[in-house]
């Protein structure tokens, strides 16, 4: 069984390999914004998006990892998150 990541930081030292991105939102991503966002052929067939962290400011990656947490978060770290974040 493949384990799930949050996120990875690539060998070069700046990319964030941020899972949880589906192909058509990192498309939209990848056209907008082509200084921060990308992707390669390898990452083609997964809901994955690549972000230069050198050009990216806290609200580019902020709501992705996010996302990506509450994907993975078990039901009563959501429920702990959710209870956190009301007004």
């Not at 972000?51 to 609200?59: I, M, P």
């Amino acid at each position: 069984m493949r384990k799930k990541l949050l996120a990875r930081l690539r060998e070069d030292g700046v990319t964030l390999v941020m899972p949880g991105v589906p192909p058509d939102e990192r498309e939209m991503l990848v056209e907008s914004q082509p200084e921060i966002f990308s992707f390669t052929d390898h990452y083609r067939d997964h809901a994955i998006v690549l972000v230069t962290l050198s050009r990216a400011k806290c609200s580019h990656v902020e709501p992705l990892l996010r996302r990506q947490w509450l994907a993975l978060a078990s039901k009563a770290e959501r429920k702990t998150y959710e209870a956190g974040n009301q007004k």
